[in-house]
């Protein structure tokens, strides 16, 4: 993609030349390796260390661990959580981060975790769900990822799933969140679908943002990308 369409800043940055995504996936993967060595010397009580590192509305609607707000972004379930986001986030994190910059990348990326776990929350006691279920997970800052390469890039075609052609990113974006959904109803699977959403909506608006400011480049990249 050629450098004159992507949104780099054109001074240096704090952040040099190295990749916030590859950062990023490694801080998750050893988060991950910490939080199963812990889980050995918590293992007869571990909601003990789930209140300090996982995100639970009633602890935070309490104004207590406000800070899981920030290590739930890094944390994962199992084995299968993490490949899964982790592989998801090596291809459209690298791809997001070379359109935007690494600096733009690594606050886009905490914001739309932030926002998608504090969507959960508030979702959480609006429809009166259970307010002890834990979230953790990169998922809501993925799908912010996602929601703006549905504005950017929506014509873009990726595999999604089990689906052996390839789907524009426009449909694929919003389809993931519904499949996610039905398999969450049907399957009584508890996947953070509200934190899906929401990290969706930062996408989508800061998507809009940038097609407005930047409208000659973002027209390109739809093309370049289609």
């Known amino acids: 993609m050629p450098e004159a369409y992507s949104f780099h800043p054109k001074k240096r940055s ?7 995504n590859a950062t990023l996936i490694f801080i998750n993967l050893a988060v991950f390796i910490v939080f199963l060595i812990l889980l050995v010397f918590f293992k007869d009580n571990p909601e003990i260390l789930y209140d300090y590192l ?14 899981t707000f920030i290590t739930s972004m890094f944390m994962h379930a199992n084995l299968f959580h993490i490949f899964a986001n982790m592989l998801s986030l090596f291809f459209i994190g690298t791809l997001v981060e070379r359109i935007i910059g690494p600096k733009r990348y690594f606050y886009f990326y905490m914001i739309s975790g932030l926002f998608a776990g504090a969507f959960f929350v508030l979702s959480s006691l609006i429809f009166i769900a259970d307010l002890n279920t ?9 799908f912010g990822l996602v929601g703006l390469l549905v ?13 052996p052609i ?9 389809g993931i969140l519904v499949v996610l959904w039905l398999i969450s109803v049907f399957g009584d699977i508890p996947i953070g679908n509200t934190a899906h959403f929401g990290g969706l909506i930062v996408g989508i ?22």
């Open 14 to 20: 704090i952040f040099g030349s190295f990749s916030v």
């Open 205 to 226: 608006v800061y998507g809009i943002y940038l097609r407005r400011r930047y409208r000659k480049k973002t027209k390109y990249l739809s093309r370049y990308f289609s």
């Open 54 to 67: 996982a995100l639970k509305p009633s602890n935070i609607l309490n104004g207590d661990y406000l800070w």
């Open 166 to 174: 390839p789907v524009k990113m426009k449909y694929a974006g919003p």
């Open 134 to 142: 834990f979230a953790v997970g990169a998922s809501g800052a993925l």
């Open 151 to 163: 504005l950017l890039t929506p014509n873009l075609p990726v595999y999604v799933m089990f689906i």
